[in-house]
């Protein structure tokens, strides 16, 4: 019995020793894509390519029209400007035919994964995480701090 | 019994009529980021955001190093510059933080893909298959006909 309870200890005091993780990286949501041509875009993945896509849904809070296009294990997200100050106008005045805007990879806890990017000297663009275009908190990093590419966290 | 043969008979039928689909689009296989600074990459994606990456691979044939990072539903691979000639060292002349360079699609048949592609006015360019760094056969689109994205497509 004593040799058993100390084992229990033993067990608790290691567990214990090992710091929890404040939050996890989880899979890859989607890479957006910005588009001239919504349509083309569009009919490129289903018609050409044959993928399932969803129907165009404009949000007029984040300056896009986005259309989804289902690979299985993740999505393409077709974005095309909506408004006069859509964020994507910029991206698409310097890339005529579009091109890969971003990538959003989910994870568990937005905040402490804010606490600690920027405690490694990663900016993020905004203090505090938005409401993005599934309705969770994201959060954009700096692309200059990841490898010139525009990195989104979402909250899963 | 009589029932049941016209049941099957049907059915056989039926499955006859609707033609095989020569090639079906598969899941994203990876999305390739050039970047000008390998191991500094390599540690945001491990040591910063915890994701399990693999060990760098040299790639002469195909002029990079690559490195992996699994983000469980699919991967990042990383690409640095290797020889003289390698592939995208244009790119990152232009792009000198680095940045999104292309996304693989799996197919199950790429040679019966590159015909519809091509049948649909996009341009492959190569006009056979090249065996690519996971040793399949992969081919890539004209970006210019994919919305401003160069798209590899590998066979599964």
């Not at 019995?1 to 989607?30: D, Q, Y």
């Not at 890339?95 to 402490?112: A, P, R, T, W, Y």
């Amino acid at each position: 019995m004593i040799c058993a309870h100390a084992m229990f200890l033993r067990r608790s005091f290691t567990s214990k020793t090992v710091p929890e993780a404040l939050w996890k990286l989880g899979r890859l949501n989607h890479i957006a894509i910005a588009t001239p041509d919504l349509a083309k875009s569009a009919s490129l993945y289903k018609n050409i390519l044959g993928a399932d896509i969803s129907e165009p849904q404009p949000l007029p809070d984040h300056g896009v029209t986005t259309i989804f296009v289902n690979l299985g294990n993740t999505k393409l997200e077709l974005l095309h400007p909506l408004g006069e100050k859509s964020p994507i106008q910029g991206f698409l005045d310097k890339n005529k035919s579009g091109g890969l805007h971003h990538i959003c990879i989910e994870v568990d806890n937005i905040q402490n994964a804010m606490k600690e990017v920027k405690a490694n000297g990663i900016r993020c663009l905004t203090e505090e995480p938005k409401i993005g275009a599934h309705n969770k908190p994201v959060v954009f990093l700096h692309p200059k701090d990841c490898a010139g590419v525009l990195v989104e966290l979402e909250q899963s």
